[in-house]
């Protein structure tokens, strides 16, 4: 009902710099309010992880390792949430997935709340 389309990952070299952004959209008949978004990344081989989360009220936390480099975001108006990431290293690494704390309300009445996925984004770290 609720789709998260990532995009902005790349192959960069160690302190570059990448901008993911995360839109949410609905199908016909849905709207959504947003609670909260997040990014989270998956390195091969090892658990995904929290990288940073923002509520709707732009309230945030970060994972230590990011939270002198990376800064999220979120447009609102725009159902986007955006993640700068600079100062990039080898250990960035990861596949990086885009969540979201939504509540829907159909248009046939009634609402619920929704935790949403995307598909990931690759992001690579490497000189």
């Known amino acids: 009902q609720v789709q998260l389309v990532e995009s902005g990952g790349n192959l960069v070299h160690p302190g570059e710099s990448l901008r993911l952004s995360c839109t949410a959209s609905?199908?016909?008949?849905?709207?959504?309010?947003?609670?909260?978004m997040g990014w989270y990344r998956q390195a091969p081989g090892k658990q995904r992880d929290m990288v940073a989360t923002?509520?709707?009220?732009?309230?945030?936390n970060y994972e230590g390792s990011v939270k002198d480099r990376f800064t999220i975001s979120i447009d609102n108006a725009k159902s986007t949430v955006y993640l700068q990431m600079n100062s990039l290293q080898p250990g960035d690494t990861a596949v990086y997935y885009c969540?979201?704390?939504?509540?829907?309300?159909?248009?046939?009445?009634?609402?619920?709340?929704?935790?949403?996925w995307g598909q990931g984004t690759q992001v690579t770290v490497s000189s």
């Open positions: 969540n979201a704390d939504l509540r829907t309300y159909s248009s046939r009445g009634g609402h619920k709340r929704v935790n949403s």
């Open positions: 923002i509520t709707s009220r732009g309230g945030t």
């Open positions: 609905a199908d016909s008949g849905i709207t959504f309010s947003i609670n909260g």
